[in-house]
């Protein structure tokens, strides 16, 4: 009986100490899922983003209120898409960072080949004059010329420029401003069309016609049209978000190019929706940004308050966790890429953050957090691209108007 006694009260207490381990373990987690429902949205705030980004959409195609509109919706002067049928070797040039790419493209019957180079830009260029920039670029474009056999022939360019562009044209573009780094001289307000073609006849020694210039989600939404014509929409989450659609050309009151025809792209630069308030209501302290460049940042300042306030790593941080902008992005993909139960992936990174004491309780909390911001940011995308097909009134499946997985060409 004694012998019973003691293995039952043995089993107790270890059923007493297991359930206060659960106990204090799931404590933080459950106040950090409290925390968390700050970056929960409601299908009731939803409705009401898509009611003010159509808004701010129909400001910016107006004339008498482009000027203060939010989201400027610049006329791309693009009217057709591609048909499939488009033949011939191409030269594109993609410009929107601190390298640049250039790529020549051979359509054929339904394929296309594609060869490409990727060439830096040094600091000293960044931030010099824009006649040095156009030099660059066109030195490396003859030098990519000659390595593929095309130096003798005649080719037409398409110009992917990703700085904010007021085009006037197809073929005529100006700066309004630079980003990214770039401070180059001579450039805001004039038409960077005109600067790569003076660069290049400077050099004398290539032929090349600048047949268009757009930004990075037209070019996204021609190429996949090519391959899919029910394509309507160019999205781009990266860096920085952005969409471009199919307008009807009669709601577009800016346009004064050709008429006749029913469509137009709008590069809508949605990127910068938001910026007078009209997203307070959905606003946390992180803000609301959705991209690649702000992601990984949002994430830690979580951790940061949460650790602060004791809820995680036992109130014990590191330098690097502290140091802004040191949880890139793509953590947060490797965290969420675990297997429910499995935080391999989470261990390397919190390593990684010095961060090596958390325990299992602290990397499920960290995994909880990436999903909460990686879900608010899913749905801010996905009420814009709904808030476009909406505008666009197109009957179509959304499979069927932004085609997931395909390569552009």
């Keep these: 009986m004694r012998t019973s006694s003691k293995a039952s009260e043995k089993v107790s207490f270890r059923c007493i100490s297991l359930i206060v381990v659960l106990v204090l373990g799931q404590g933080p987690i459950q106040r950090i899922r409290e925390e968390c429902e700050v970056f929960h949205i409601s299908d009731k705030q939803i409705r009401e983003i898509m009611s003010r980004l159509h808004t701010d959409i129909l400001k910016g195609l107006g004339r008498d209120s482009h000027a203060d509109a939010i989201v400027k919706c610049w006329i791309t002067y693009i009217q057709d898409l591609p048909n499939g049928k488009e033949r011939g070797k191409f030269l594109a040039l993609d410009l929107g960072g601190t390298n640049f790419r250039v790529l020549i493209i051979n ?11 990727i060439y830096a830009i040094p600091n000293h260029i960044m931030t010099g004059t824009g006649i040095a920039l156009f030099d660059h670029i066109a030195e490396c474009l003859a030098n990519f010329m000659k390595e593929h056999d095309v130096y003798e022939e005649r080719l037409a360019l398409g110009f992917t420029f990703s700085f904010p562009l007021k085009q006037l044209g197809l073929t005529k573009g100006l700066l309004q401003r630079w980003t990214k780094g770039f401070s180059c001289s001579g450039v805001v307000g004039e038409d960077v069309v005109q600067g790569l073609k003076d660069a290049i006849a400077r050099r004398g020694d290539v032929q090349i016609d ?6 990075d989600t037209t070019g996204t939404l021609m190429s996949c049209a090519w391959k899919n014509h029910n394509c309507k929409i160019g999205l781009i989450v990266g860096t920085g978000s952005n969409a471009c659609y199919v307008e009807k050309t009669e709601n577009c009151e800016l346009f004064d190019g050709e008429p006749g025809k029913k469509e137009l792209l709008i590069n809508t630069e949605w990127g910068a929706f938001g910026d007078d308030g009209a997203l307070d209501m959905v606003r946390t302290d992180q803000e609301k940004m959705i991209s690649g460049m702000y992601m990984g940042e949002l994430v830690r ?8 306030i004791g809820l995680l790593f036992g109130g014990r941080g590191s330098d690097m966790l502290y140091e802004p902008g040191s949880f890139f992005t793509k953590f947060v993909s490797e965290i969420e890429s675990d297997k429910p ?3 391999t992936s989470c261990m ?9 004491h ?3 309780t602290d990397m499920a909390a960290v995994r909880h957090v990436c999903e909460c911001v990686s879900r608010r940011a899913a749905h801010l995308v996905s009420a814009g691209i709904a808030t476009l097909l909406n505008k666009m009134n197109e009957p179509k499946k959304i499979a069927q108007l932004v085609r997931p997985g395909i390569q552009p060409p």
């Design 341 to 343: 139960g499995d935080f």
């Design 107 to 117: 359509l054929g019957e339904n394929h296309f080949d594609m060869q490409s180079k």
């Design 301 to 308: 300042l979580a951790l940061v308050k949460y650790t602060r």
């Design 358 to 360: 958390a325990t299992e």
């Design 210 to 215: 600048i047949c268009a210039i757009l930004n």
């Design 348 to 356: 390397e990174v919190l390593d990684e953050l010095g961060l090596s």
